[in-house]
């Protein structure tokens, strides 16, 4: 009465089939989001690079736009000066 059941070996061929195919799976996508977290991680340092530059851009505007700016260049770039200013030329140059 004792008798032994043969293994379905069916069965166990299509479960090892199946956990084959499943670890197969789970590998790729590991590599697939260590590879995104990495492209991630880049994105981000990009981003705060862009961040900082953005705003040593905002303080040049500020200086750019200030009265005292606009007066430099205008006396050095144009040879500008205020009303009831003197000037003088040296003519040794």
């Given at each position: 009465m004792n008798k032994r059941k043969k293994p379905n070996w069916f069965l166990i061929i299509i479960l090892l089939i199946g956990v084959?195919?499943?670890s197969?799976?789970?590998?790729?996508?590991?590599?697939?989001?260590?590879?995104?977290?990495?492209?991630?991680?880049?994105?981000?340092?990009k981003?705060?690079?862009?961040?900082?530059?953005?705003l040593k851009l905002l303080e040049e505007r500020e200086r750019v736009l200030s009265d005292e700016y606009i007066e430099t260049i205008a006396r050095r770039e144009l040879g500008l000066v205020k009303e009831g200013e003197?000037?003088?030329?040296?003519i040794n140059k």
């Amino acid at each position: 009465m004792n008798k032994r059941k043969k293994p379905n070996w069916f069965l166990i061929i299509i479960l090892l089939i199946g956990v084959t195919n499943l670890s197969v799976i789970i590998i790729r996508q590991q590599s697939i989001l260590n590879s995104q977290r990495a492209e991630i991680e880049d994105l981000d340092l990009k981003i705060e690079e862009e961040k900082e530059l953005n705003l040593k851009l905002l303080e040049e505007r500020e200086r750019v736009l200030s009265d005292e700016y606009i007066e430099t260049i205008a006396r050095r770039e144009l040879g500008l000066v205020k009303e009831g200013e003197r000037v003088f030329v040296d003519i040794n140059k």
